[in-house]
């Protein structure tokens, strides 16, 4: 936080205490900087519960690490072995089925939970000055994380992990020019075998890795420019804020619970929710399912990616639909951050919700007959409310009067 | 699988609902009649005694032609089978192995930690012999199958000996209510008294449909009972410390609201 009264007052709290602790403190700020930016840390009073999904996300990608590095070192990546060593984890391995129970639900709540994360960064304009950068590493986040996740989905090399894979190597090989090149670099030869599999899970053990190291950037330029709030207005005294601990912390632990509750309904009564029962086939390159389809989670782009006619024009336009996202600090040039305040991108923004579901069942239903009509206008309003209507509300949108600050609106003033 | 897909609460999070599979291979004709099974719903648990009758089954019938070849003798401990029952099993199979100091094939004993034995060298040969289709793998065929344990159990169940009056006479095939066309290569596995259960349960067709479907899904899902076990207690552990920490941010909370 930039406000002046939480600045410089926790080194001489640490400084001052004698012993071991002081003693590495003076050489590496470990506890005084732990002090500072985890107990009396300064956040918003206001922040509702969609400021528990960083805590929620965090603890999931801790879990996702823990449990995937046990499975990796039971897993075979080739092709006569992946799906023989990933059957022998869930029937033979001690505790096996567990393991992957919470590494396949923590995957799917994972990009659930980052999906939520970003609609509130959307909603309440969190990417605006000073949060640009904050808001650039969380969609280099939300690209890696997909890209693992998509690696991740073929190591079990079921029928859905060869077909995902066989749909995804031949979009990326409808690049002009440089597209056989590609995609024989993605592949590593001439078919999906022991050379991609191989290649693909260094890269989601490689990636997760990553990950860890972009979240680290992703949470410095939280503590830098600190956390936004629902109102969107900056905290200007000390009543409008509240100390990460002891406030946050047990709000983030009531969330967390709650979190671990659904995720372990889902996990132990209701696994087949996540699961698509057609990867317990083992990978066949002679015989196509009849119907190929990516987890849900990827299905919008799936969507995007088949209501154009043209491949190379369907794989610009999935892409294209999260680089537009990475403009978003400079299309929308409002002073106002919150959608509290601003009605027209308030409504334009849960008509995006509904283009991005409209696009996932368009992705679903393959854009066959009445469904290719809807992915392509849910297409064009995705792209349209980003292009032309976020930066015409921007100049021309009658907003609500902001409050004076955060503990006026509240009533504490 | 007799659980349902909650397509509610892919709604809920705003986003697709899932198919319900279309395997190549596997048709889908109409819902088959649900039956009540004990190891349905989010509590259900696997009868050990219709497991162990299941196996039988299995073992005898259906392993003629099927394989499930991702399980090990040693997982038969899980439908209750005993260490000594597991290895005198195993003893009982022989399996392919090293070849001798001339180069000629042997066989061996199967241990408990030896996967099922298959019954064809290799899918080819399973297809050649046995007119052009491999007999497909049983170790998940339960979850692969749309309606898993319902369409199993109608499946068994629904040869017509002889053929309904208007239906097509294939030299081969066999009716069945329960595929695609009505017509499948496969001849009725089960017939009255084929086998009889050490229990004493009568082996009628449907009985031993029954707990053959049993053992079928719980090959394809092994640890259902655990799953379930284990996650009433986390679940109900939860809750309690979601009590806790309610309370507890409650009352840290009061401070903010005193201010």
Request: net charge neutral.
């Amino acid at each position: 936080m930039t406000t002046p009264e939480n600045m410089g007052n926790h080194s001489a709290d640490a400084a001052e205490t004698e012993g071991l602790a002081a003693w590495i403190d003076r050489r590496l700020p470990v506890v005084s900087a732990f002090r500072s930016e985890y107990v009396d840390f300064r956040l918003p009073r206001n922040l509702n519960w969609l400021w528990n999904f960083g805590a929620i996300l965090t603890a999931v990608l801790l879990l996702m690490l823990a449990t995937g590095i046990f499975l990796a070192m039971n897993y075979t990546p080739t092709n006569a072995g992946a799906f023989l060593s990933v059957e022998a984890i869930d029937r033979q391995l001690s505790g096996g089925w567990l393991l992957r129970a919470m590494h396949m639900t923590g995957a799917n709540l994972f990009l659930a939970a980052l999906y939520i994360h970003l609609f509130r960064g959307l909603y309440y304009g969190s990417y605006k000055a000073p949060r640009e950068i904050l808001w650039l590493t969380g969609l280099l986040l939300l690209v890696m994380v997909m890209a693992t996740a998509f690696a991740g989905y073929m190591l079990p090399w079921g029928q859905m992990s060869y077909w995902g894979a066989d749909v995804i190597t031949k979009a990326v090989g409808a690049v002009p020019l440089i597209g056989t090149a590609l995609e024989h670099v993605m592949t590593g030869s001439d078919h999906l075998g022991d050379v991609f599999l191989h290649r693909f899970f260094v890269l989601h053990f490689l990636m997760a890795f990553l990950v860890v190291a972009v979240v680290g950037l992703h949470v410095v330029a939280i503590h830098v420019s600190g956390s936004n709030n629902p109102l969107g207005i900056e905290p200007k005294t000390k009543k409008d804020t509240l100390t990460f601990h002891p406030y946050y912390t047990t709000k983030d632990l009531v969330g967390l619970i709650i979190f671990a509750l659904i995720f372990s309904l889902l996990m132990f009564f209701w696994p087949n929710l996540l699961a698509e029962p057609s990867n317990y086939t083992p990978a066949d390159p002679m015989h196509t399912p009849a119907d190929i389809e990516p987890e849900w989670y990827f299905l919008p782009f799936y969507g995007l990616l088949q209501s154009v006619p043209s491949k190379f024009g369907g794989l610009v336009a999935a892409a294209g639909s999260i680089a537009v996202l990475f403009f978003l600090p400079w299309l929308d040039r409002s002073p106002i951050r919150s959608a509290r305040f601003r009605p027209v991108c308030r409504a334009g923004l849960f008509g995006l919700v509904i283009a991005f579901v409209l696009l996932a069942l368009g992705g679903k239903h393959h854009a066959e007959g009445v469904w290719m009509l809807i992915a392509r206008l849910a297409g064009l309003y995705y792209f349209g409310y980003f292009l032309v209507l976020l930066p015409l509300a921007s100049r021309r949108e009658k907003t609500r009067p902001l409050p004076a600050s955060i503990s006026a609106a509240q009533g504490d003033a | 699988m007799t659980m349902h897909r909650l397509s509610s609460l892919a709604l809920a999070l705003g986003l697709a609902v899932f198919p319900v599979a279309a395997l190549a291979g596997i048709p889908e004709p109409v819902t088959p009649p649900h039956q009540t099974w004990s190891f349905e719903g989010p509590f259900g648990q696997f009868d050990q005694k219709s497991l162990q009758r299941g196996f039988m089954v299995y073992d005898r019938v259906c392993s003629t032609c099927h394989g499930m070849k991702t399980l090990t003798y040693n997982d038969l401990r899980g439908i209750g089978m005993s260490e000594q029952a597991v290895l005198e099993l195993a003893h009982s199979k022989m399996l392919a192995g090293p070849p001798d100091a001339s180069g000629q094939p042997t066989m061996r004993a199967a241990q408990p930690d030896d996967h099922f034995r298959s019954p064809f060298p290799s899918d080819e040969a399973a297809a050649a012999m046995m007119g052009g289709v491999a007999p497909p793998d049983q170790s998940r065929l339960a979850v692969i199958q749309p309606h898993g344990a319902d369409w199993l159990y109608a499946f068994l169940t629904g040869y017509r000996m002889p053929p309904p009056a208007d239906a097509p006479v294939v030299p081969g095939k066999f009716y069945n209510d329960w595929v695609d066309g009505h017509l499948i290569g496969m001849p009725p596995p089960l017939m009255n008294g084929i086998i009889q259960y050490p229990d004493g349960t009568p082996a009628t067709v449907e009985q031993q449909a029954r707990d053959v479907t049993t053992f079928l899904v719980w090959a394809s899902d092994p640890h259902r009972n655990a799953r379930h076990r284990i996650g009433m207690w986390t679940v109900l552990y939860l809750v309690a410390l979601l009590a806790l920490a309610i309370a507890w941010k409650k009352k840290i909370w009061k401070r903010v609201k005193a201010q």
